[in-house]
């Protein structure tokens, strides 16, 4: 046996005791020839296949090798099923660590390396490559129910859906033990589907997540609940991150602090220019400020209210642009939901929600941004350059006189979005939300019961030379057969290349009569059931269809699920090509 092959297995014998708590396991085979070649070019150190070093992402590999000169590399990938070439032709080097990722749990896959420098010469490798991928984890409290009910991927958007999965007691947040906040906010999943529904890549997650987005250098941007946003490679690996400088817990290891911010949420948005907008709220302090959303003659008390303010920053955590919601809006024009413990759980007690930003684009021919406002029941876009409201799409109720010439006149059959979330600019210039349809009125209105609410994608076309907006796409204008009632987070993309919607449903509202919206009410509340997300597709066709469904779902109805929101994206790899 030559020494070259007796190195090579010993190494892969090493990196197999090394990666045992990854379940996962390394097979190579080799020839007698072990070191291929053409010409002048060849193996200096042969390909081995190690499984990911780190552990957050448990479905991937690694295929390492040096050769004599600088090459570009494909890697066939067979599991048994299904057959797909990676293309990493992106550079010329001559040492090479290849991330393969994508590939289902618990099976062999095999490949066949091949490459070929920049004169156009070949070489493959004489020996078989293999990797069988760990199974997903078996505890019901560390992974959920992945429920396909349709998957027809003929009419599907190519590629792989990536989804932010969250998990929580049964119960109200304001209500929570210790230990049962330890179990919600120092846990999260970021979770990537085939268009079968399988798992095909996970990334665990010590913290609790929010929203996700892919960059433009292909990693992922993942917003935490601790007033963090972190950017990860489809390895799992850190490249950033970036943090609220006056967050409640303080300052934060080894990453950048943005100066001046008590809070960064929800989901920061990269600009083309490489920075990013996000949401800081901000505390005031009002007098004579309401104590209730329900009856408007009750007595009324100093109170500190939460605002927000859209700021733009770059990798440097230098704040280069903002505009903030208590210089523009009316701090006295409240919401339903204000009253609830969503900031008193984060570590503003006694706060109460004014605005609730939870969704921004970022339009760049007209260098305008556009922003959802949950408990202004708006989606609003703002001018950059000059600060202006260019318009505001939402019920025309209780808007203050010098904003009622910027409010959309609705055309034709259109339902108002209530408590949306993730509004988004498609290239067909049209927008479109997740609308979650809370309760479907404003204070102070009498608003559906939990049992009758019911959240849907929808779509608008505006017209900003007359002012008004259009309804042009709905998922569902009535609660249908098989409503949800998603009453927070969620989202909604038109895709570019079948022009279907895909929608993220957060959670699914059990449809149980006398449930109450109040996080403080003793009787029965939403969230005192079991509940899981729900993923569609939908061809924009009519009548809708159906062409991918799926639920993450606890299979024991123990926990409750959360997906905050989700993507399609053509690929797993930055430069778009390395696709199945």
């Known amino acids: 046996m030559s020494t070259l092959l007796k190195r090579q297995n010993l190494g892969c014998l090493i990196a197999l005791l090394g990666a045992l708590f990854l379940s996962g396991c390394v097979q190579v085979s080799s020839t007698s020839d072990d070191v291929a070649q053409q010409g002048s070019l060849t193996f200096v150190q042969a390909p081995r296949v190690l499984p990911n070093p780190n552990p957050r992402v448990p479905l991937a590999a690694l ?8 090459v570009k590399a494909w890697v066939d990938v067979d599991d048994g099923q299904r057959r797909w070439t990676l293309d990493f032709d992106s550079a010329y080097e001559a040492k090479k660590s290849l991330a393969i990722v994508g590939m289902r749990a618990d099976r062999q896959h095999r490949f066949t390396l091949r490459l070929e420098n920049t004169s156009g010469a070949r070489l493959a490798a004489n020996h078989q490559l293999g990797f069988t991928t760990p199974p997903l984890p078996v505890s019901p409290l560390e992974f959920p129910q992945v429920k396909v009910n349709v998957a027809n991927s003929d009419k599907m958007e190519p590629g792989f859906t990536l989804l932010s999965v969250r998990r929580r007691p049964v119960g109200r947040g304001a209500m929570f033990t210790d230990k049962q906040f330890k179990f919600a906010r120092e846990w999260g999943l970021l979770l990537g589907l085939d268009n079968q529904g399988e798992v095909i890549w996970y990334y665990k997650n010590d913290t609790r997540n929010a929203g996700i987005e892919q960059l433009s250098n292909g990693n992922l941007v993942l917003h935490r609940a601790d007033f963090s946003s972190i950017e990860i490679d489809m390895l799992g690996n850190k490249v950033s991150e970036w943090y609220a400088g006056l967050r409640p817990q303080g300052p934060k290891a080894n990453a950048v602090a943005i100066a001046g911010a008590q809070t960064l949420h929800h989901q920061p948005h990269e600009m083309p220019n490489g920075h990013f907008l996000g949401f800081t709220a901000n505390e005031k302090t009002f007098d004579n400020y309401y104590t209730s959303e329900i009856d408007p003659d ?5 109170q500190t209210i939460m605002g927000d303010k859209i700021i733009e920053f770059n990798r440097e955590g230098e704040v280069l642009w903002s505009w903030d919601t208590f210089d523009h809006l009316d701090p006295f024009r409240i919401g339903y939901n204000t009253f ?12 109460l929600d004014w605005t609730h930003g939870n969704g921004l684009d970022y339009v760049a021919d007209e260098d305008a941004v556009i922003i959802s406002l949950r408990l202004q029941d708006a989606i609003i876009k703002i001018d950059r350059n000059s600060g202006d409201i260019v318009w505001i799409l939402g019920e025309h109720s209780d808007w203050p006189e010098h904003l009622q010439s910027k409010l959309l006149q609705p055309q034709g059959d259109l339902i108002w979005p209530y408590h949306a979330h993730n509004p988004r600019v498609s290239e067909a210039g049209t927008l479109v939300v997740f609308d979650n349809g809370m309760m479907r009125a404003r204070p102070f209105g009498e608003g559906l019961p939990p049992e009758e609410a019911y959240s849907r994608a929808v779509e ?14 709905s ?7 098989t409503p949800c009632n998603a009453w927070a987070m969620g989202d909604a993309h038109r895709l570019p290349s079948t022009d279907n919607i895909l929608a993220v449903y957060a959670f699914c509202v059990p449809r149980v009569a006398g449930m109450t919206w109040n996080d403080w009410e003793p009787t029965l ?8 997300g729900r993923v569609r597709e939908y061809a924009r066709n009519s009548p809708t269809e159906v062409v991918f469904s799926v639920d993450i779902e606890d299979k024991n109805d123990l926990l409750q699920w959360e997906v905050y929101g989700g993507f399609r994206t053509p690929s797993l790899y930055r430069s778009n090509k390395g696709t199945h």
């Open 63 to 70: 295929i390492e090798f040096e050769t004599s000169q600088p």
């Open 298 to 302: 009750a007595p009324r008390k100093t």
């Open 340 to 351: 609830m413990a969503y900031w008193h759980t984060r570590g503003f007690e006694g706060t």
């Open 460 to 473: 608008y076309k505006i017209d900003e030379q007359n002012m008004t907006v259009t309804q042009v796409w």
């Open 475 to 481: 998922s569902e204008d009535t609660p249908g057969e």
């Open 525 to 532: 509340h939403v969230d005192d059931f079991p509940m899981g």
